[in-house]
């Protein structure tokens, strides 16, 4: 049973870019969240996914904007990338929102 | 506000000895409390997950415990080993209509030394 897989796992971009990160769901799993953590920092929410919807948002810009495909999998899109976007981006499946969640391995991404 | 406070912020300890990280909280409404283990560059991993009735549970070397009346929860760790160190994340769920949210606390950052 694999768990929460996330690609790359690290990628290094300039300022004003665009990036996508990706996220596999643990089996079974309808539900996706995404979140941000900067160093030494908790997660900040940013989004999640259910049904192939946004149903929850946090306190993030529209250059930060999501995708959930029929199999649940899910994408992150960041554009104009800024240097305070360089983060650990996490993220969580889970069967009901927010109950259990299960997190990936993370994306480390590093704008230069 | 909903709020999540953890204690201490950061913590030493020998290998073998036992400790206890405190998580308070001001959240409401109440769904649940979990302990989230977190190894520096990695995704957080589930330790405990507890609702509004249950007092305490266990996760092998690792029990966690919650009042629901003083809005506490802690943390504790027996017999520390070496890959006890990492950051532990207190997470509480507030209820909020028909879209739960999450309100993280700080951490507390857990070194053990041989």
């Known amino acids: 049973d694999a768990g929460v897989t996330q690609s790359p796992t690290h990628l290094i971009k300039t300022r004003g870019q665009q990036v996508t990160l990706r996220c596999s769901p643990k089996s079974g799993h309808d539900t996706v969240s995404w979140y941000q953590q900067a160093l030494g920092q908790g ?11 946004e149903r929850q ?3 993030f810009p529209d250059r930060f904007s999501g995708h959930q495909f029929p199999n649940y999998s899910s994408e992150l899109n960041v554009n104009a990338l800024l240097l305070g976007d360089s983060a650990l981006y996490l993220c969580a499946s889970s069967l009901d929102n927010f109950y259990e969640q299960y997190f990936g391995p993370g994306t480390r991404l ?3 | 506000k909903n709020q999540v406070e953890q204690s ?11 400790c206890t990280l ?6 409401s409404p109440f769904s649940n409390l979990r302990w989230y283990k977190q190894d520096t560059g990695r995704g957080p991993v589930s330790l405990t997950i507890m609702t509004f009735s249950e007092n305490t549970k266990s996760n092998g070397r690792y029990t966690a415990t919650l009042d629901a009346d003083t809005k506490q929860s802690s943390l504790h760790i027996t017999a ?3 890959s006890d160190s990492a950051s532990y994340i207190c997470v509480v769920t507030v209820n909020a209509g028909n879209n739960r949210k999450l309100i993280w606390g700080l951490g507390t950052s857990l070194g053990v030394n041989p």
């Open chain 1, 43 to 53: 997660p900040q929410f940013i989004f999640q996914y259910y049904e192939e919807e």
């Open chain 1, 57 to 59: 948002r946090g306190n």
């Open chain 1, 110 to 112: 590093t704008v230069t």
């Open chain 2, 8 to 18: 201490p912020q950061s913590l030493i300890i020998l290998e073998g000895k036992n």
């Open chain 2, 22 to 27: 405190q998580c308070n909280y001001t959240v």
């Open chain 2, 80 to 82: 520390s080993q070496l």
